[in-house]
């Protein structure tokens, strides 16, 4: 939080440095209580982590949905480029299904050295992200615990929150010591640390949203935090940080207002010149206003129901995911519906046949996912969504890719930040892309909100 005391001089002048948890600035060694949240298939790039990196702030390599050979070249570039030691996360994601591969992406992380870990869409513990946290737990010279793997974990709701604030099971850990995964000394330290030390809220965003609302969810669990810290006493309390809808001054001062320990941004930093997505999605991003985004299905758990925020300016995506969704609600199979809604789909969405999609599809996970496919081939309601769920893969293939002639299908995730970000940049020569660094973003919003504190303070206590 702030505190007067962190005011310079004597004209009430806050700076962008006093923001957040001083521990929090000190455990990742930046200077802003700031974070570059994660961008799937590398969109949060390279790039864009040693440039944060290089001027002292917090970013996570966009991991999702990269193979492990390009992860590994990923975490090696960007050590190869930081000489200095900065500090650099890397975002890890569940994997239920088949969870030897999030082992493997674990394995890739300690190998490396990868210290900082942005673990987000967790609904329940995994044992490859409990391992991650336990490697890294030994005592110091003076007996005192400390974990050299710190956890964010990015959640949108307070049960979640809970887990990841509480230490690891005891059921886990001794699966873990029993598999020589952790150490003995390790297994032992376990119950003294939380398995996260830091909780990212994470309200309405761009991407996977639960929709959640920053001032009801932020005071939660910030409430749930002290009431876990008077029972576990940990000797590093967790710290409880904010995402979603963060894109002026105005929303990061008030973040730290509601008393946020850091914040994540993401939208806006997908307009930039580092984020690697290609040109004509920055183009149309850097025009959206705050009305331009909408929800579809999430691609990637589309039989659960779960909703992305995208652009929707421009496209068509939204509309014809959403209509994917209806149909697969409404219909048991591919052989239930009617042909004239196939050919249809065939024609304006797919522009291929259902046929040569379910190749694909099958060709692909007999080679990754084997035991999947076989639950698919066996379920028609399965193969329907695996069949859907193409078209969602390709949408993000396309908008990657600048696909011109596809322009209406791109599916882009982002959130409304980036509407108010633009409306504040119009007129700028930062109302263009080009002009964007994602540390010009970060300056522009951390020393935007110090200054609007700073005369928020002033008309407070000179009256209006
Ligand atoms: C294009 C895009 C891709 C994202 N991919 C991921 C991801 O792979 N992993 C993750 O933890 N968060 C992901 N996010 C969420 C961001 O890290 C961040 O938490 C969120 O965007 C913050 O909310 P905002 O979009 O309102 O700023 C993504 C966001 C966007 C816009």
């Given at each position: 939080?702030?505190?007067?005391?962190?005011?310079?001089?004597?004209?009430?002048?806050?700076?962008?440095?006093?923001?957040?948890?001083?521990?929090?600035?000190?455990?990742?060694?930046?200077?802003?209580?700031?974070?570059?949240?994660?961008?799937?298939?590398?969109?949060?790039?390279?790039?864009?982590?040693?440039?944060?990196?290089?001027?002292?702030?917090?970013?996570?390599?966009?991991?999702?949905?990269?193979?492990?050979?390009?992860?590994?070249?990923?975490?090696?570039?960007?050590?190869?480029?930081?000489?200095?030691?900065?500090?650099?996360?890397?975002?890890?994601?569940?994997?239920?299904?088949?969870?030897?591969?999030?082992?493997?992406?674990?394995?890739?992380?300690?190998?490396?050295?990868?210290?900082?870990?942005?673990?987000?869409?967790?609904?329940?513990?995994?044992?490859?992200?409990?391992?991650?946290?336990?490697?890294?737990?030994?005592?110091?010279?003076?007996?005192?615990?400390?974990?050299?793997?710190?956890?964010?974990?990015k959640v949108s709701h307070s049960d979640v929150a809970e887990i990841f604030m509480r230490p690891a099971p005891t059921s886990m850990v001794n699966k873990l010591l029993s598999q020589g995964l952790v150490t003995a000394e390790q297994a032992e330290l376990a119950s003294q640390v939380p398995l996260a030390q830091d909780i990212c809220v994470e309200a309405d965003s761009g991407g996977h949203t639960d929709r959640g609302n920053a001032y009801v969810l932020l005071p939660a669990i910030m409430h749930l935090k002290e009431q876990l810290q008077a029972q576990q006493q940990y000797g590093q309390p967790v710290r409880v940080g904010l995402a979603g809808g963060i894109g002026t001054p105005e929303a990061v001062m008030t973040a730290f207002f509601l008393g946020a320990d850091f914040i994540t941004t993401g939208s806006i930093n997908q307009c930039s010149v580092e984020a690697a997505t290609s040109s004509a999605v920055k183009d149309l991003l850097q025009t959206i206003n705050i009305k331009d985004t909408g929800y579809a299905p999430a691609g990637d758990m589309f039989e659960t129901g779960a909703t992305v925020q995208v652009l929707k300016k421009g496209v068509f995506f939204p509309s014809r995911a959403n209509k994917l969704y209806r149909l697969y609600n409404q219909y048991q199979s591919l052989d239930d519906m009617p042909e004239d809604v196939i050919r249809q789909l065939e024609r304006s969405l797919f522009k291929c046949s259902i046929d040569e999609i379910w190749q694909q599809t099958r060709t692909y996970m007999q080679n990754s996912r084997p035991a999947q496919l076989k639950l698919i081939e066996t379920n028609p309601r399965k193969k329907m969504a695996a069949v859907f769920r193409w078209y969602f893969i390709q949408t993000t293939r396309l908008a990657l890719r600048g696909d011109e002639h596809n322009k209406v299908d791109y599916q882009v995730h982002c959130g409304p930040a980036l509407g108010a970000l633009n409306q504040l940049l119009q007129g700028t020569a930062q109302e263009h892309w080009q002009n964007r660094s994602v540390v010009w973003l970060c300056e522009y919003l951390m020393n935007g909100a110090a200054r609007l504190l700073s005369k928020r303070f002033r008309q407070f206590s000179s009256g209006y």
């Open positions: 939080m702030i505190e007067a005391s962190n005011m310079h001089g004597h004209d009430g002048a806050f700076s962008a440095d006093k923001f957040g948890n001083e521990m929090f600035k000190r455990d990742y060694r930046v200077k802003y209580a700031y974070v570059a949240g994660a961008m799937y298939k590398g969109i949060a790039s390279v790039e864009m982590v040693v440039a944060m990196a290089k001027a002292g702030l917090m970013s996570f390599l966009g991991a999702g949905g990269l193979s492990n050979t390009v992860l590994e070249q990923a975490i090696v570039d960007i050590q190869a480029a930081l000489t200095e030691g900065e500090t650099f996360g890397v975002n890890l994601l569940p994997d239920y299904a088949t969870p030897e591969k999030e082992m493997k992406r674990v394995d890739i992380l300690l190998r490396h050295n990868v210290r900082y870990v942005e673990a987000a869409a967790y609904i329940e513990l995994t044992p490859a992200v409990v391992r991650y946290r336990l490697q890294g737990l030994h005592r110091n010279e003076r007996g005192e615990v400390q974990c050299s793997n710190t956890v964010m974990a």
